[in-house]
């Protein structure tokens, strides 16, 4: 067996790859190197498809008998932006005042490396380890997430592999460690709305159809009406007006057509399909020619209070002393599609760093998510 492994130098090592998305960048690489002592076995998959880039993942596994737990996260970043206005080069790992700075610290190569170093704890102090463990890395979460997680996912099944629980480390906390965790998402809908009308002189409107006028009206509808008032774990439903546009240069001419973009975050009172359904209805009470393109880039889900929020609530409560609260909360994650599988919880370290300049985190955070993953783990496999 493998010596255990240190969060903070693993993060350090995952930090200086530069993995900025879809590039992998060396960081699967690190990890695979830390988990082959314990016996993991790795498998370096890239996918590819039409229009994307190829991403290239890493899925490791422990064991071949149940229970089956999973860790799952990303090692790509985001892009970091103006390099020169860091205090800090941001793939170096520098620790300064004991924070942990560079791209990824908060989100989420640090929570990999405290996922590591949890199951090698874990397993030291296991004699005859029945169960299995394994990690489900993508590259491309921050990126279009089309050819990571979905097909990591279906390469398992395809194996036969079962999950019977999931950890995404996503930075799920907004100020503390152990303040929050996410037992679900609110579903994501982006809109295209094109209103088609009949181009004309501004002075002769009746020889012409503004398709502008309809445009305002439909977009009136859409966000006087509520979609609901929330549900018992999601806040209610919201819709954002992102782009309104015309595209006319002149001053005297009235378009053919107008365009406005939105987004809908909804709760689990609707599918992606019924959210298409409400906005319809209320562009047909206005009338017109119009376009509706409609992209669900993933549905509502929840993970029911239960064993597993009870597993891990637990965990946060005796290393950090708050209890966890169960949220909703936020944008969308690879759970999204992990929820198809396994029961999944979102937990991990505090975001109010992450894709900004100077992401960091505090070194005593680090230490502590390790600890509570591998408490986590004990409670998971206990007899």
């Given amino acids: 067996m493998s010596s255990v492994l240190d969060p903070l130098g693993l993060s350090q090592d995952l930090i200086r790859c530069e993995s900025v998305t879809p590039i992998e960048g060396g960081a699967q690489g690190v990890l695979a190197r830390a988990l082959e002592p314990m016996g993991f076995v790795c498998h370096s998959l890239t996918f590819s498809a039409a229009d994307t880039p190829d991403v290239t993942n890493l899925y490791a ?13 990303h090692t790509d970043v985001v892009p970091v932006g103006d390099r020169a206005a860091w205090t800090a080069d941001p793939f170096a790992g520098v620790v300064k005042d004991g924070l942990l700075y560079g791209r990824g610290a908060a989100d989420m190569k640090g929570a990999i490396a405290c996922f590591a170093a949890a199951v090698s704890r874990f397993l030291a102090k296991q004699k005859n380890f029945a169960g299995s463990i394994s990690f489900l890395i993508t590259g491309d979460e921050e990126g279009p997430a089309v050819n990571g997680t979905v097909k990591m996912l279906e390469w398992a099944a395809a194996r036969g ?15 503390a460690l152990g ?13 295209r709305l094109t209103v088609h009308g009949v181009a004309g002189h501004v002075a ?9 006028h309809r445009l305002v009206e439909m977009l009136a509808a859409i966000t006087r009406d509520t979609l609901d008032e929330g549900t018992a774990h999601f806040q209610p439903s919201t819709l954002q007006i992102t782009s309104i546009d015309v595209g006319n240069p002149t001053t005297n001419v009235i378009p053919a057509t107008a365009e406005a973009r939105f987004n809908i975050r909804f709760t689990d009172a609707f599918d992606g399909k019924g959210v298409e359904r409400w906005i319809r209805e209320r562009l047909d009470r206005v009338g017109g020619t119009y376009d ?12 029911q209070p239960g064993p597993l929020s009870d597993i891990i609530g ?14 909703t909360s936020g944008g969308t994650s690879d759970a999204r599609f992990i929820k198809n599988y396994c029961p999944v919880i979102e937990f ?8 900004k300049t100077d992401e960091r985190m505090p070194v005593a955070d680090i230490a502590a998510l390790a600890d509570i993953y591998e408490a986590i783990l004990d409670d998971f496999f206990k007899p």
């Avoid at 996410?182 to 809109?191: E, P």
């Fill in 292 to 303: 509706l393109k409609v992209q669900v880039s993933g549905e509502s889900f929840l993970t």
């Fill in 161 to 175: 592999e079962k999950f019977d629980a999931c950890i995404v480390g996503e930075p799920t906390n907004p100020s």
């Fill in 314 to 327: 637990a965990a946060v409560a005796r290393v950090t002393g708050r209890t966890p609260e169960l949220s």
């Fill in 179 to 191: 303040d929050m965790m996410k037992v679900g998402r609110r579903g994501s809908l982006n809109a």
């Fill in 348 to 355: 991990g370290l505090v975001g109010e760093t992450m894709h």
């Fill in 61 to 73: 596994r422990l064991g071949t008998s149940g229970p089956h737990f999973c860790f799952a996260g």
């Fill in 204 to 212: 002769y409107p009746h020889l012409a159809d503004n398709p502008c």
